[in-house]
C-alpha cells in the first residue's frame, strides 16, 4: 500500500466513519479490481490520443460500482483528464434528455486541481493559455483566440460566440453578464435574456444543442491541457422504474451515446455507466432494446477469473468473507499510521479479530456478505478502531457488540435483513 499523507488518511477515514465512499487514494481500498486497471489505463491512453471509449460496469448491490467508477476517476486525473459523475433520475436527469445530462456533468466537473463545480475554472484556464501561448509565440491575442475558437466552433458553432462574450465581460469587469454567461454555457435554465443577447444568442439549451455544447466542453478541455473527460453516468438501473415510454426513450439514448462514440463524435470522451446484472438481462431494461442489447452482449457464462477486460461489459463480484478480511485489513493499517499508539491498533484489532467483525456484520445482514462492505467499514472505524485509539483499557471483544440498526441502514441492505435480526 502506498504512503498516504495525514490529509488524505483523514478524509478517506472520516468518508468511511460516515459510511460513504471516499473522494480520494482508493487503492487503499481497491481489492479485487487491481486486474482492470491495465486495461483502464491502456483505454484512457487510448482516449487522451483523440479515441472514444463505451464501457458498461455491472454488479449487484454491495459489489463495488460506484467505488470503481471513482477509483477510475482517480486514476483518469492522474493523467490529466478531467471527470464528472451523473446520476440519472427520471424528473431531474432523464438520459434522453441531453441538456440534464450536460447540466450535471459541468456541475459535477473536476479536474486534480479543481474540485466540483471545475467548468468555469477549465474555461478561465483555457483563455488563460491562449494569452499565455501567444505572449511566448510574440503572437496576437485575438488572432490566436479565433484560430483556437476554429476548433471548437466545428464542434458547436454557437459556443464561440458565448466564449467570446464571457472573455469580454470578463475583461470589462460586467461580473453579473459573465457569470450569467457561464451559467447558459453550463447548461443551467433560466439565464437572463440581457445576458444571452450579449453574446447573441436567444435560446435555452436542448437535446442537440447540448450534444454540440458536450463536444466543445472537450476541444476545450483539450486547450486547456486535459486529454479527455471522463463521465460516469452511475445506477442506470433505474431506468427499469421510469414509465414504458421514458424507459425506452432512455434506452434508445444509450443506444445512440454507443453509436456516436464509435462513429468518432466525441473525441476525448470515455463513457462509463454502472447497473445491475438485472438491468443488463432483464426485460426491462437492456433487452428490451435489440439494437443496444446486441452492442452490450458479452460472455458471462466462463470463470470470472477469465473474464475479458476489454469487453463493453465487464462485472463486478459480490465481497466475500475474504475479501472483506482484506480490506478490513488495510483500514486497520491504515488507521494505524496515524494513531497515537499503532502498535495497540494492531495488536489490539488483528487479523483474527476483523475477520470476526466482519462475519458478524455479514451475519447481521442476513449473511449477505455482497451487502456488509459499507456498514462493515463503518462499524470498523467509528465502534471499534476509534474507541481503541481513544480509550486504553477498551476491548472489542470484551466490550463491544456489533449491532445494526434499521436507521442507520440504506434500502438495499434493509432489505436483505430480516425482522428478527434489527435491534429496535
Known amino acids: 500500500m502506498s504512503p498516504v499523507s495525514p490529509v488524505r488518511r483523514r478524509e478517506i477515514l472520516t468518508a468511511l466513519r460516515q459510511g460513504s465512499v471516499p473522494s480520494g487514494n482508493l487503492d487503499v481500498l481497491a481489492v479485487g479490481i487491481d486486474k482492470f486497471a491495465d486495461i483502464l489505463d491502456d483505454e484512457l491512453d487510448a482516449v487522451a490520443s483523440g479515441g472514444s471509449v463505451f464501457k458498461a460496469v455491472r454488479g449487484e448491490y454491495g459489489a463495488g460500482k460506484t467505488f470503481f467508477a471513482r477509483w477510475a476517476g482517480q486514476r483518469a486525473m492522474r493523467k490529466g483528464f478531467a471527470v464528472a459523475e451523473v446520476q440519472v433520475s427520471e424528473l431531474e436527469t432523464p438520459l434522453h434528455k441531453l441538456e440534464t445530462v450536460y447540466r450535471r456533468a459541468t456541475e459535477s466537473l473536476r479536474t486534480s486541481a479543481f474540485p466540483p463545480s471545475a467548468f468555469r475554472s477549465v474555461i478561465d484556464a483555457w483563455l488563460l493559455e491562449i494569452e499565455e501561448d501567444a505572449e511566448a509565440s510574440s503572437s496576437d491575442v485575438e488572432a490566436l483566440l479565433e484560430t483556437r475558437l476554429t476548433a471548437v466552433a466545428k464542434a458547436a ?63 476545450v478541455l483539450k486547450g486547456a491541457r486535459h486529454p479527455g473527460l471522463l463521465l460516469v453516468i452511475d445506477e442506470v438501473e433505474t431506468i427499469q422504474r421510469m414509465r414504458s415510454d421514458s424507459r425506452a426513450k432512455a434506452l ?28 443488463f438481462d432483464g426485460r426491462m431494461g437492456v433487452q428490451s432494446l435489440q439494437p443496444l442489447a446486441q452492442r452490450l452482449a458479452t460472455d458471462f457464462t466462463t470463470d470470472a477469473r477469465f473474464d475479458n477486460p476489454r469487453a463493453p461489459q465487464i462485472r463486478l463480484l459480490n465481497f466475500d468473507i475474504d475479501r472483506l478480511v482484506e480490506v478490513g485489513v488495510r483500514v486497520r493499517d491504515l488507521y494505524a499510521d496515524g494513531a497515537t499508539d499503532s502498535a495497540r491498533i494492531t495488536a489490539v484489532v488483528d487479523d483474527e479479530y476483523i475477520r470476526d467483525l ?44 456489533p449491532t445494526v440498526r434499521n436507521n442507520e441502514l440504506t434500502d438495499a441492505e434493509r432489505g436483505a435483513v430480516s425482522p428478527d435480526d434489527i435491534e429496535l
Open 358 to 401: 466482519a462475519t458478524a456484520v455479514a451475519g447481521k445482514l442476513g449473511g449477505q456478505v455482497g451487502v456488509a462492505p459499507r456498514i462493515f467499514l463503518k462499524k470498523l472505524v467509528a465502534d471499534v478502531l476509534d474507541r481503541v485509539d481513544q480509550h486504553a483499557d477498551f476491548d472489542p471483544r470484551k466490550d463491544y457488540a
Open 157 to 219: 458553432p454557437v459556443y464561440p460566440m458565448v466564449l467570446r462574450a464571457y472573455r469580454q465581460a470578463v475583461e470589462s469587469g460586467d461580473v453579473v453578464t459573465a457569470d450569467a454567461l457561464i451559467a447558459w454555457l453550463g447548461g443551467q435554465p433560466h439565464v437572463a435574456a440581457s445576458a444571452k443577447r450579449a453574446a447573441g444568442v436567444r435560446q435555452d439549451i436542448d437535446h442537440f444543442l447540448a450534444m454540440g455544447f458536450l463536444q466543445g466542453l472537450l476541444a
Open 252 to 279: 434508445n439514448a444509450l443506444r445512440q451515446w454507443i453509436d456516436e462514440l464509435d462513429s468518432g463524435r466525441y473525441p476525448g470522451l470515455y463513457l462509463l455507466i454502472t447497473g445491475t446484472p438485472a438491468f
